[in-house]
């Protein structure tokens, strides 16, 4: 890691005139929490001239409900936060327990919603400075033919990563929004508009932020009467692991049939992965094991495994099943 300054803006304005104008300039970098922005300089990533630390401005780690029971999160709120409000828990089960599966107590005390929104990608081509991949301004997405058991099996190429965030599915299946600032002002969109696949632009992008754009604050609006959520994780260890694929779902019933859904995968494309084509189907039918069956069919129809990633279907298809069973469904 070479050395670096560091600042302490008083305000988000005065943090995003310090950003660089345009993407892929890395001389300035944000620092939430610092879990994964250390981890990149440490494995020569990025080499910024300039950390501006978000942590001296007020007010970015505040939890607002609105009277309608809608929830805004600062982009500082702790993971810690999030899994342990019981009214959280009552009204938004999946955020919590996917806060919850979040590596150790100790990181999540740290951790940040802002930064796991905003993780680099775990492939382990990307992240060893021995390799100069496709994501790294290469020629090559080196996990197509090389070691790829943890790559994506939905919307890759030509890039096969996959979104390491836990948070993400859950707050996309929440149909949640953030909020972004810049020198220019402020813009707001949905979190799943947010996220951006490698064949849609710029392949060395995960998201639509502005190279001088932050995110402050994600607002979830309040749930529907009767809605449920949950969120469930497949990992190869029962402690600090990412998943190897997981499973968010909203459930919105009249109790004999389902009304409407929103179902979102993580850990099996380079963004969380709606499966809006599936929702479509459920829509109407009977609960029960036929509907849970069709979900778990219809959202990997379009799979597409790489050499030794072709677990994650049957492993996928289970974990929605499971989440049907959690909200009572079968």
Known sequence: MKNFDMALPNS?????????????DDSARLMAGGQDLLAEMKEYLVQPDLVVNLKSIPDLDRVVWGSDGSLELGALTTLATLENDERMAAQFPALVQAAAS???AQIRSSATVGGNLNQRPRCWYFRSEDYVCLKKGGT?????????????????GPSYIVHPSDLAP?????????QLVSPRGERTMSLEEFFVLPSEGDVLRETRIAAD???????IPAPAPGQRSVYVKFKERDSYDFALAAVALVLQTDGTKLESCRLVLGAVAPVPWRCTRTERKLAGRPLGEELAAL?????????????????????TRGLITEAFEALGAL
Do not use: H, W
């Open 295 to 315: 979900a778990a069919q219809d959202a990997l129809a379009d799979a597409e495994p790489l050499s030794d990633n072709e677990y994650k279907i049957p492993l």
């Open 213 to 219: 754009e932050i995110m402050t604050r994600i607002r």
């Open 12 to 24: 988000v304005e005065e943090a995003a005139e310090l950003l660089p104008k345009k993407i892929g």
């Open 140 to 156: 090559e997405c080196f996990s197509y033919y090389g070691n790829n058991r943890y790559n994506a099996i939905l919307g890759g």
């Open 102 to 104: 979040v590596a150790s």
């Open 170 to 178: 859950a707050l996309v299946a929440l149909s949640a929004e953030v």
